[in-house]
């Protein structure tokens, strides 16, 4: 379904009294459809490379009629991103145990919502501290590789590592970082133990019914906090270049990829609404029509979701400008309010007739309990009583009130966990 079959299919629901949830198979707050759209034009896109299904041809004595293969499945998956995991050091105390440190019972709230996604990709803003390293918190991050086990346990599949803290600790802490989401059987994208591994995308395949949907993930971010690039490494870490980066989406769109999505470090801390930066960048990735959806993180606090003009298909690339926190210590009486609440987002993707779109994205809030073990869940879930640990109903409808406030409304705000498609997800090595 093309961009503009899908408005339209939407059109038509909410005139008859069918919700955005029904369309895309979420449930969601529907008060219209009001995504707000950046200024500035898009450039003629290029057109995505179609997926290619192969049917087996069977011989057919001459003068019969060949029935035609039944056309492969539509395939409709969704892609979860998460905003900052941030270790702080009170965060990584609340996860120590006997022998070592746990962070899936401090995650496991809200497994549902990312586990019921096809793909998802935490955004991992702190690298982990080499081996024989002591971990560290604020302002030279260095967390234990349980950190890892944490995620891949509650459902999250790779992680996007370019951030201003990448080199924390050297590049020993970037190889101990991947190392350590490897060893998960994860992906990672935005940075590289060698040279060779930076020059290839990190690519996900989910196949279903006799389809193949492949996903690249990038990932950059606009500086390392004044450090530089390791010595001998500059490949390591990917800094933002937009020429860059439309250059690697369109090279993985010629090594296969039907999807590329890119997560862009920038921003201004604490701040709600995008820079001029920010959306200097995701024109510029529209414009070429080479990326089909931008994730920003970094501002510790989240900003709107916009469908900017251009995209793959002319018909608009989806942005969110930042997802905040996924967890971290920070709070309103840290450094501020809006930072303990964070937004995870949700990518919609249709295959179908060997053509991938990006048919939506929408969000759900998410918080961290910051008194009470650093435990996090949906928002939507302690709004009804599900595991409020010690954050009170009042503060829950508070945080919830703030996020849409920022997000612009509960338009595309997505009320249940996403259900999986079935479809078998494959992490390619970046080899």
Same mark, same amino acid.
């Given at each position: 379904?093309?961009?503009?079959?899908?408005?339209?299919?939407?059109?038509?629901?909410?005139?008859?009294?069918? $919700?955005?949830?029904?369309?895309? @198979?979420?449930?969601?707050?529907?008060? /219209?459809?009001?995504? &707000?759209?950046? #200024? *500035? !034009? +898009?450039?003629?896109?290029?057109?995505?490379?179609?997926?290619?299904?192969?049917?087996?041809?069977?011989?057919?004595?001459?003068?019969?009629?060949?029935?035609?293969?039944?056309?492969?499945?539509?395939?409709?998956?969704?892609?979860?991103?998460?905003?900052?995991?941030?270790?702080?050091?009170?965060?990584?105390?609340?996860?120590?145990?006997?022998?070592?440190?746990?962070?899936?019972?401090?995650?496991?709230?809200?497994?549902?919502?990312?586990?019921?996604?096809?793909?998802?990709?935490?955004?991992?803003?702190?690298?982990?501290?080499?081996?024989?390293?002591?971990?560290? $918190?604020?302002?030279?991050?260095? @967390?234990?590789?349980?950190?890892?086990? /944490?995620?891949?346990? &509650?459902?999250? #599949? *790779? !992680? +996007?590592?370019?951030?201003?803290?990448?080199?924390?600790?050297?590049?020993?802490?970037?190889?101990?970082?991947?190392?350590?989401?490897?060893?998960?059987?994860?992906?990672?994208?935005?940075?590289?133990?060698?040279?060779?591994?930076?020059?290839?995308?990190?690519?996900?395949?989910?196949?279903?019914?006799?389809?193949?949907?492949?996903?690249?993930?990038?990932?950059?971010?606009?500086?390392?906090?004044?450090?530089?690039?390791?010595?001998?490494?500059?490949?390591?870490?990917?800094?933002?270049?937009?020429?860059?980066?439309?250059?690697?989406?369109?090279?993985?769109?010629?090594?296969?990829?039907?999807?590329?999505?890119?997560?862009?470090?920038?921003?201004?801390?604490?701040? &709600?609404?995008?820079?001029?930066?920010?959306?200097?960048?995701?024109?510029?990735?529209?414009?070429?029509?080479?990326?089909?959806?931008?994730?920003?993180?970094?501002?510790?606090?989240?900003?709107?979701?916009?469908?900017?003009?251009?995209?793959?298909?002319?018909?608009?690339?989806?942005?969110?400008?930042?997802?905040?926190?996924?967890?971290?210590?920070?709070?309103?009486?840290?450094?501020?309010?809006?930072?303990?609440?964070?937004?995870?987002?949700?990518?919609?993707?249709?295959?179908?007739?060997?053509?991938?779109?990006?048919?939506?994205?929408?969000?759900?809030?998410?918080?961290?309990?910051?008194?009470?073990?650093?435990?996090?869940?949906?928002?939507?879930?302690?709004?009804?009583?599900?595991?409020?640990?010690?954050?009170?109903?009042?503060?829950?409808?508070?945080?919830?009130?703030?996020?849409?406030?920022?997000?612009?409304?509960?338009?595309?705000?997505?009320?249940?966990?996403?259900?999986?498609?079935?479809?078998?997800?494959?992490?390619?090595?970046?080899?």
């Amino acid at each position: 379904m093309s961009h503009t079959s899908f408005w339209r299919t939407l059109a038509a629901s909410v005139a008859c009294g069918v $919700g955005l949830g029904a369309v895309l @198979g979420v449930g969601l707050h529907l008060a /219209g459809v009001g995504t &707000t759209v950046a #200024d *500035g !034009a +898009g450039l003629p896109p290029a057109t995505p490379p179609a997926v290619t299904v192969t049917a087996t041809a069977t011989a057919t004595p001459s003068g019969t009629k060949q029935t035609p293969p039944e056309p492969a499945a539509k395939l409709d998956v969704t892609v979860a991103f998460a905003g900052d995991v941030l270790l702080h050091m009170p965060v990584i105390d609340s996860a120590r145990v006997a022998g070592g440190y746990d962070f899936t019972t401090m995650m496991a709230g809200v497994e549902p919502w990312i586990a019921g996604a096809d793909l998802a990709i935490a955004q991992f803003e702190t690298p982990i501290a080499p081996a024989g390293q002591a971990v560290s $918190g604020y302002p030279v991050f260095g @967390g234990p590789a349980e950190i890892a086990q /944490g995620l891949k346990d &509650t459902g999250w #599949d *790779g !992680a +996007g590592c370019a951030s201003n803290h990448a080199v924390d600790r050297g590049f020993a802490g970037v190889e101990a970082t991947i190392d350590a989401l490897v060893e998960q059987g994860m992906g990672f994208a935005g940075t590289a133990r060698t040279e060779a591994e930076s020059l290839v995308p990190q690519l996900y395949q989910l196949t279903l019914g006799g389809q193949t949907l492949t996903i690249a993930h990038l990932a950059s971010t606009y500086g390392l906090n004044g450090l530089p690039l390791p010595s001998g490494q500059p490949w390591s870490v990917e800094l933002t270049d937009t020429d860059k980066l439309i250059e690697q989406a369109r090279q993985a769109r010629a090594d296969g990829a039907d999807i590329v999505l890119v997560s862009i470090h920038e921003g201004v801390e604490y701040q &709600t609404t995008p820079t001029a930066r920010q959306r200097e960048i995701a024109d510029a990735l529209a414009a070429s029509g080479q990326v089909d959806a931008m994730i920003g993180d970094h501002p510790h606090v989240a900003e709107p979701i916009e469908l900017v003009p251009g995209g793959v298909d002319g018909e608009g690339m989806w942005t969110i400008w930042s997802m905040g926190n996924y967890i971290s210590n920070q709070s309103d009486a840290t450094v501020g309010p809006n930072t303990d609440t964070g937004a995870v987002a949700y990518v919609h993707i249709t295959l179908e007739g060997g053509d991938a779109v990006v048919t939506a994205m929408t969000w759900s809030g998410v918080t961290v309990d910051t008194s009470h073990g650093h435990h996090i869940y949906m928002l939507e879930d302690a709004a009804e009583g599900e595991g409020l640990g010690q954050i009170s109903a009042a503060s829950v409808q508070t945080r919830k009130d703030r996020l849409a406030k920022i997000m612009g409304g509960t338009d595309l705000e997505q009320t249940e966990p996403p259900v999986p498609s079935g479809a078998t997800l494959t992490v390619l090595p970046r080899s």
